[in-house]
């Protein structure tokens, strides 16, 4: 299992995350750290969550999938909740 960041950008004026979101949150272990955002805890690969997550949007959106590391992050602003899964998830 590894961690990957998910960062999306749905251009059309008017665009519909639901889908997206739907298919982000049908992992076992995600968070959601920011508006454009998820962490997903998955045994897909990078391209193959960057696979299903392009079946919910269109053509001339923006999609960037990282696998997490865990070796140096930080964060300000998140709750106790988000960072208690980052902890959990991603440090190593």
């Known amino acids: 299992m590894a961690v990957h960041w998910v960062n999306y ?3 059309q004026a008017g665009q519909d995350y639901s889908n ?3 298919y982000l949150q049908s992992h076992a272990n995600w968070a959601k ?3 454009s955002s998820f962490l997903v805890n998955t045994e897909l690969t990078a ?3 960057r696979d299903g997550a392009r079946e919910h949007i269109d053509s001339n959106d923006d ?3 990282i ?7 930080a964060s300000f602003g998140l709750s106790k909740k988000l960072n208690d899964w980052l902890l959990a998830n991603v440090a190593s």
């Open 9 to 11: 950008d749905l251009n």
């Open 63 to 65: 999609l960037l999938v």
């Open 47 to 49: 391209g193959e969550l």
């Open 67 to 73: 696998r997490v590391d865990g070796q140096n992050w």
């Open 20 to 22: 997206l979101i739907e």
């Open 33 to 35: 750290p920011l508006k």
